[in-house]
């Protein structure tokens, strides 16, 4: 079975500075996406940002981009320019790409703090 | 784009109450539906997958007899929590994939189920 593990609970940025949210998986397959969720306090899901692992290039989204390393099975986030609407709960996800069925795994989640 | 709905949003009921909650898929169709179940400060678990037509799979150590799944039509997932108790207070989380491997998973925006 697949998992998702990330390793710190809490994080914390100053506005404006860049933070880094680690995350990394095990899985023995070589096709699946791997995904960051933003849950706020209305504990909505938001999708941050999705990656292929078939793309060597990592993804971005505007402030958002990620370092995607297939080889070591890391998945990290990196927010730049952290704004205060960007604190909240971070969670990891993995989906396998073996069928059209298979479910999201989620790690843990990282607890974001921006402070002005 | 594509949206998730899930009612209601928040619900209070006497211990031996049976709970339905409604996840709906707007505009795609959904073969597959999930339910998640979060506590507070943790993450998503999986639940159970829904299937159009077919039974649901459950994850291991969730009672198919207390979270009843019911997933009629291509639009339309129930959970029904039967004869809740307080230690099923929890949230509640459905999403759902639109076909198409390249597809992205939208989730409701959650059922806060509370149980006195």
């Known amino acids: 079975a697949q998992t998702v593990t990330q390793s710190q609970p809490e994080m914390s940025v100053q506005e404006a500075e860049t933070v880094t949210l680690s995350c990394t998986y095990d899985?023995?397959?070589?096709?699946?996406?791997l995904f960051w969720y933003k849950q706020p306090p209305s504990r909505q899901m938001i999708l941050v940002i999705r990656?292929?692992?078939?793309?060597?290039q990592n993804a971005t989204e505007n402030r958002f981009s990620v370092n995607f390393q297939k080889a070591a099975k890391s998945f990290s986030l990196k927010i730049s320019d952290s704004q205060l609407g960007d604190a909240a709960m971070y969670f990891c996800?993995?989906?396998?790409?073996?069928?059209?069925?298979?479910?999201?795994?989620f790690g843990k989640g990282t607890r974001l703090s921006v402070i002005a | 784009g594509a949206v998730v709905s899930q009612h209601p949003s928040w619900v209070i009921c006497k211990s031996g109450t049976s709970v339905k909650i409604e996840c709906r898929s707007l505009?795609?169709?959904?073969?597959?539906m999930f339910w998640y179940r979060q506590f507070p400060k943790q993450s998503l678990m999986l639940m159970a997958t829904?299937?159009?037509?077919?039974?649901?799979?459950?994850e291991q150590g969730v009672e198919k007899d207390k979270f009843l799944i019911n997933h009629a039509s291509l639009t339309l997932s129930t959970l029904t929590v039967t004869s809740a108790h307080p230690e099923d207070s929890s949230f509640y989380i459905c999403?759902?994939?639109?076909?198409?491997?390249?597809?992205?998973?939208?989730f409701g925006d959650g059922t806060r189920l509370s149980i006195l």
């Open positions: 829904s299937n159009e037509g077919s039974k649901a799979t459950y």
């Open positions: 899985t023995s397959e070589s096709d699946y996406y």
């Open positions: 505009d795609f169709q959904a073969t597959t």
């Open positions: 999403s759902a994939r639109p076909q198409g491997e390249d597809q992205p998973q939208h």
């Open positions: 990656q292929e692992a078939y793309k060597q």
């Open positions: 996800a993995y989906r396998s790409a073996r069928s059209g069925n298979t479910p999201l795994v």
